[in-house]
């Protein structure tokens, strides 16, 4: 629950109140964000959370590469 931020007693709260209706009470999962396992912690179940984690560390290496491509780029054409 942690990374949702919410307690199991305010899940069953949203329950109640049929907010959430594909949560299971009895044991308390919810469905991984990605790819809808039945999960109890956390967003994503523990496959995505490697694939997830994955993607996240690639895109942040692309985002950083174009970065330096842009900065280098203005330089690279002055000095033609
Ligand atoms: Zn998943």
Known sequence: MDATGASP???LQLLRMGVLDD????????????CGSPITEGRYCKN???VVGEALA???KNAH???E???NLPRMTRRR
Request: hydrophobic content about 35%; overall charge neutral; charged content about 35%.
């Open 9 to 11: 007693k305010f899940m």
């Open 23 to 34: 949560v299971n009470i009895d044991v308390l999962t919810f469905p991984c964000a990605r």
């Open 48 to 50: 995505c959370t490697e």
């Open 58 to 60: 690639e895109t942040a």
């Open 65 to 67: 590469e174009r970065e």
């Open 69 to 71: 491509r842009l900065k």
